[in-house]
């Protein structure tokens, strides 16, 4: 029995399979994903495999020719300007294609699935004949997890432009970490009745004289914290409320900013993977670095 294949079927299938291989190129280039383009390319794949049955123009499918187009469909979606970072993103491109394919190959020959879905193979092409409704579900399935991973990348970007490399000055020594700009932050000190920011103990050792470290990490009471000049501040956290010894730093500064006298409460527990403190970027903008406060 001759089989049929609907010219419908065959470019929603490929529309499929070409935008989770350029997908998954995308990852593992560490591409921006732009959807409307990986749409376009996987649109162009799909108009090229219709012509897969159609032998006055099987000279499409010569080797040569084939490498070319998908080559097109590449630098349409990631584009590049450095010929060495072009040709290496197409190699990563093309390894995914053929082991995407050695997967459907071994599908079809080495169980039954190709006999369920009524595959048809023509050369390197491959034909499914799944029902519209499943190609379909694939497709949004794809681009849901694609607008979701975008999403994500774009959060991640967002808060890693708000780490800044910040310096913390005390007593004439300088310990430097990453910190992170958290509007929600609204720490202040009660002596002074000023914002204060969060960092990790650990990366201020360096700067605290030894009695200090001694009361911080010993946990000796509040009179003694204040004798010695440190503070104590009250925090409240997504796992409750705790109690946090802090210094009042000569100054905090990165390279746009400076600001003087600012308490900085230590924590012992580690922050984040990304950022060792945190700071609420409110006290940058009330240029408060210029002010005179009674300590």
Do not use: W
């Not at 490399?165 to 002596?191: H, Q, S, W």
């Amino acid at each position: 029995m001759t089989p049929v294949i609907y010219a419908d079927i065959l470019f929603l299938y490929n529309f499929l399979i070409n935008s989770v291989i350029l997908a998954i190129t995308a990852r593992l280039i560490n591409a921006k994903i732009n959807i409307l383009k990986i749409a376009m390319g996987a649109v162009l794949g799909g108009v090229y495999s219709v012509f897969m049955f159609f032998p006055a123009v099987r000279i499409l499918y010569s080797l040569v020719l084939k490498i070319l187009i998908l080559f097109g469909i590449f630098y349409l979606v990631f584009g590049g300007n450095s010929i060495h970072k072009v040709i290496k993103s197409f190699a990563v491109f093309m390894t995914v294609n053929f082991a995407l394919g050695g997967v459907m190959f071994a599908l079809v020959f080495l169980t039954d699935f190709g006999v369920l879905v009524g595959t048809v193979v023509s050369g390197t092409e491959i034909y499914m004949n799944l029902g519209p409704l499943i190609i379909v579900s694939g497709i949004g399935l794809t681009y849901m997890i694609l607008g979701l991973h975008q999403s994500a990348r774009k959060r991640a970007a967002y808060e890693q432009s708000l780490i800044k490399r910040v310096g913390i000055e005390y007593k004439g020594r300088i310990a430097e970490l990453n910190m992170f700009m958290d509007t929600g932050c609204r720490l202040y000190d009660p002596v002074n009745d000023r914002p204060a920011v969060i960092a990790e103990l650990r990366c201020l050792k360096i700067i605290l004289e030894p009695c200090e470290l001694e009361i911080i990490e010993g946990c000796f009471d509040v009179s003694e914290a204040y004798m010695r000049g440190l503070r104590v501040l009250n925090m409240r956290t997504v796992s409750g409320e705790m109690t946090a010894f802090g210094i009042v730093a000569d100054r905090i500064f990165g390279e746009e900013f400076e600001v003087k006298n600012i308490t900085v409460a230590l924590v012992k527990n580690r922050i984040s993977e990304q950022y060792n403190g945190i700071m609420n970027p409110e006290i940058l903008n009330e240029n408060i670095c210029d002010k005179e406060y009674a300590l």
